[in-house]
């Protein structure tokens, strides 16, 4: 019975090749969008994060007290409160700060300008990345001048294949960065990349270059006024967000007695590093998909 469905049904479509065509563009197009849409909600929404035991990642960073945002805000922080945050924790396997970081190249091609991002040391071992050829920062490469060995940089994959033509003897090659020598010591995998974004970054370096000043005066790393780093951290296994989030508010209220100057008003928090990538998104790719789904439920019929 259904055989002979199918055929009276083709048979039909044949003999009236103008509906069939517009039948056919109507399901393709409903069929195409929402394949579209859902490819972005399953990347974005559905796909875990590309790191080992994502569901440890959270982002951490400051918050005003008089947030009224549920789940507040989070705000960027100072050196020296990380510095504290990393030190005094117990809820963290390691916790670590980046910030974007514009960079001037001078070699061989001429001056360009490349993606950089500036990180602490243990910013690769938060996300459980390993470079596949030299090794990550250290939190002795933060030292004034990046600790023995001078000022050193971390490699992306493309860029390693770019500049260098994915030769092994990339380590310990001196690249001239704003003016200095840094040397080479890792190269990342092909496609890491953090946080979300459209355009890779090119080169890692550390903290070291804001660890001195050079007039003198105080450097960046222990000024408590300059609001510029992003935090991430893994969270010890068992240790839950809530109880992280206590921790590090005790942390922050200590902070504030101790430097009110500096620290009043503020707090800290953190929340899974998913929903913070996500952010405001999550709402609207769901009623987006909703809505091609009604799209596709009208094509059909």
Not at 28 to 43: C, E
Not at 82 to 111: C, H, M, T
Not at 278 to 297: E, I, M, N, Q, S
Request: charged share 20%; with cysteine; glycine share 10%.
């Amino acid at each position: 019975l259904m055989l002979t469905d199918i055929r009276y049904g083709l048979r039909q479509l044949i003999q009236h090749p103008g509906f069939t065509i517009v039948a056919i563009l109507t399901l393709a197009l409903g069929i195409g969008a929402n394949t579209a849409i859902f490819s972005v909600v399953n990347a974005v929404l559905l796909k875990p994060l590309p790191f080992p035991a994502p569901n440890e990642l959270v982002a951490v960073g400051g918050v005003e007290l008089n947030e009224t945002a549920s789940p507040p805000r989070l705000d960027s922080m100072c050196y020296p409160d990380f510095f504290d945050f990393r030190d005094q924790n117990k809820s963290f396997a390691n916790i670590a700060v980046y910030r974007d970081r514009p960079i001037a190249l001078v070699d061989e091609q001429g001056a360009q300008s490349v993606r950089g991002k500036k990180i602490s040391g243990e910013f690769f071992d938060v996300l459980g990345i390993k470079p596949i050829l030299g090794r990550g920062f250290l939190r002795a490469d933060e030292q004034p001048g990046g600790g023995a060995g001078g000022f050193k940089v971390v490699i992306s994959y493309g860029f390693w294949q770019s500049h260098f033509n994915r030769a092994e003897d990339a380590i310990g090659r001196v690249l001239m960065l704003d003016g200095r020598p840094f040397t080479v010591i890792g190269v990342m995998p092909a496609g890491f990349q953090f946080p979300i974004q459209t355009d890779p970054i090119d080169l890692y370096v550390t903290l070291a270059e804001d660890a001195a000043s050079p007039d003198g005066g105080t450097p960046y790393t222990q000024q408590r006024g300059g609001h510029s780093l992003t935090g991430v951290a893994r969270l010890k296994p068992g240790v839950s967000v809530v109880q992280a989030n206590a921790e590090l508010r005790t942390i922050a209220a200590a902070l504030e007695k101790k430097y009110p100057e500096t620290n009043t008003k503020w707090s800290a928090g953190l929340r899974p590093l998913r929903d913070e990538l996500v952010g405001d998104v999550r709402t609207a790719l769901y009623v987006l998909f909703g809505a091609v789904a009604c799209l596709l439920l009208i094509a059909n019929a």
